[in-house]
């Protein structure tokens, strides 16, 4: 395989041609994302890194300044929310701009506007259950929330993974529909982890301890199921391609939208400048890929090696 057959998969992954791309055929340079902080500061335990339309990186970690925003060259530009989280999990950012957190020892799913002001909170902070409805309280609670994701209509959706659970709600954080349990038949979820959602609507669920994706329309109705795919961590959605980070064998894998593999990279496991370490988060742009780590308190950055020019037609 060229190696410029890589970068075309990469970079424009809705016109290559993959069904032909052996998967473990990937090969990248691995570097040190190189995100400069504040002298004394240092990541923790990174859940997540994004970018925004204008290229800026905002990066989710577990240390004492967790949520931050970086120009396009990885220069600190600020802090946001300081002192909002305890366990900071989930990551995304929507069209407008605007930024949402999960966090699994509050409870909460925070919405924060694109200048960096609390929008919206939905739970109640501490609080972990499946809702409080008593006295005329009707307000949806979480139990470790692990990732929300915004439709074109504006729908909100959290993987609600202590309760087992899918929670729609509409855009002002009001109670839509829920849907899920715990299992292992279709539509039960068995330790969810992160959702994303395509062009036409339909939702894919990470069900990690059961090891599969599994796919609804936007009112919760099962669609189908991806087997086998080790377990899925984090998933980012790139026009018709879904990528995926599985801590378990240190690997990022990408399928096509009916579930077939077309490329796996499978990291060397370790503490060092270039090993991974529980690797959790990813984004993927025409820069390549950004990986965040847990245990290695860092991001990676992938990029195709050896790229040729394009042989001639």
Same mark, same amino acid.
């Given at each position: ?37 504040p002298d004394t500061w240092q990541f923790g335990e990174v859940a997540g890194v994004y970018r925004t339309k204008s290229k800026h990186f905002i990066v ?66 501490g609080a972990a259950s499946a809702g409080w409805f008593d006295r005329d309280y009707n307000l949806v609670l979480f139990n470790q929330p692990q990732d929300?994701?915004? +439709?074109?209509? @504006?729908?909100? #959706?959290?993987? &609600?993974?202590? /309760?087992? %659970?899918?929670?729609?709600? *509409?855009? !002002? $954080? ?23 959602? +395509?062009?036409? @609507?339909?939702? #894919?669920?990470? &069900?990690?301890? /059961?090891? %599969?994706?599994?796919?609804? *329309?936007? !009112? $919760? ?45 499978? $990291? ?46």
């Amino acid at each position: 395989m060229r190696v410029s057959k890589l970068l075309c998969l990469l970079l424009f992954p809705c016109v290559a041609a993959l069904a032909d791309i052996p998967s473990d055929s990937a090969a990248f340079n691995i570097e040190s994302g190189g995100f400069e902080l504040p002298d004394t500061w240092q990541f923790g335990e990174v859940a997540g890194v994004y970018r925004t339309k204008s290229k800026h990186f905002i990066v989710l970690h577990r240390g004492a300044h967790s949520l931050l925003e970086f120009d396009s060259q990885r220069r600190f530009v600020r802090e946001i929310g300081a002192g909002l989280f305890e366990n900071p999990h989930g990551l995304r950012v929507d069209q407008q701009g605007n930024i949402w957190t999960t966090d699994t020892a509050t409870h909460l799913v925070l919405k924060f506007t694109p200048s960096g002001e609390v929008a919206m909170v939905l739970g109640k902070r501490g609080a972990a259950s499946a809702g409080w409805f008593d006295r005329d309280y009707n307000l949806v609670l979480f139990n470790q929330p692990q990732d929300v994701a915004v +439709d074109a209509d @504006g729908y909100i #959706y959290v993987v &609600d993974k202590g /309760n087992s %659970r899918i929670v729609k709600l *509409d855009e !002002n $954080g009001l109670l839509v529909k829920i849907w899920g349990s715990q299992g292992s038949a279709p539509g039960e979820f068995n330790f969810p982890h992160s959702i994303v959602i +395509d062009s036409e @609507g339909k939702l #894919y669920i990470a &069900d990690r301890e /059961n090891q %599969r994706v599994q796919v609804f *329309d936007s !009112n $919760g109705a099962y669609l189908s199921q991806w087997k086998e795919v080790g377990y899925p961590y984090v998933l980012m959605l790139d026009g018709q391609t879904l990528w995926m980070t599985d801590a378990r064998t240190e690997e990022v894998r990408q399928y096509d939208l009916f579930g077939n593999l077309q490329l796996r990279y499978r $990291g060397e496991p370790g503490r060092g400048a270039k090993q991974f370490g529980f690797v959790h988060g990813l984004y993927v742009d025409t820069d390549g890929l950004w990986v965040s780590h847990i245990l290695n308190w860092k991001i990676s950055h992938l990029q195709p090696v050896n790229v040729l020019p394009a042989p001639a037609m």
